[in-house]
């Protein structure tokens, strides 16, 4: 079945964009990655995410992220489509205008197809499926770290996959979780399959366990490294 999942190796197709063709692999070089899909252009949630994702751009670059948009309608309509997105934005949209970042174009669905991305649920004017609002978040090693997939009806929170990808990079460099609703300088968690002994040595500002009811100090807590 098509699709990614976590730990896969992302393809390394080659598409149009907005910038001209692309190797996806080479594009990213070194850099992490984030490729979200729209269902169409012109359509008025996906504008709204775009100019989010815009204003958001710069957040995203010190976190050496390069991000990649894709929809299914061709490079011409999404040149058009980017005045508007500025606009909403309230850029200018002049004759030189352009996004942050690229947009594939992927007119015969072949992409969406080949990573999972089609919504069976909605279809265009012709009954053919759209794309799914789909977020891949993908490491140096390219390599799928997350991944997200709402209906063509429910926009994304770019905040949200923001402060996704400070816990990603930061479990990746150190040995922590996050828990629930963590934003960067928060305390965080120590992993479950840590000994005592261990944390102690590594987290030298601290480990605080949670007293609980089943006595199990399972909860343990530290200091954002």
Request: proline share 8%.
């Amino acid at each position: 079945m098509p699709g990614l999942l976590l730990g896969d190796m992302v393809p390394n197709f080659e598409a149009d964009t907005t910038i001209g063709r692309i190797q996806f692999h080479e594009f990213l070089a070194d850099s992490w990655g984030i490729l979200f899909s729209h269902p169409r252009d012109f359509t008025p949630v996906c504008t709204t995410e775009l100019a989010r994702a815009a204003k958001l751009s710069g957040e995203f670059s010190k976190r050496n992220i390069k991000m990649i948009a894709l929809s299914i309608d061709s490079v011409e309509d999404h040149l058009k489509w980017t005045k508007d997105i500025l606009a909403f934005n309230n850029e200018d949209a002049g004759p030189c205008c352009s996004l942050p970042f690229p947009i594939i174009a992927d007119s015969k669905r072949e992409l969406a197809v080949e990573l999972g991305m089609l919504d069976p649920d909605e279809r265009d004017k012709n009954g053919m499926p759209v794309t799914a609002r789909c977020v891949f978040i993908i490491g140096p090693d390219k390599r799928l770290k997350l991944s997200l997939l709402y209906p063509a009806t429910t926009g994304r929170n770019f905040d949200e996959i923001l402060r996704v990808v400070d816990s990603l990079q930061l479990t990746s460099e150190k040995r922590v979780a996050t828990p629930v609703d963590w934003k960067p300088g928060n305390h965080v968690m120590v992993p479950p399959n840590m000994s005592e002994g261990e944390a102690s040595f590594l987290f030298k500002a601290g480990v605080f366990p949670k007293e609980l009811p089943s006595g199990r100090k399972y909860l343990r807590y530290t200091p954002q490294p």
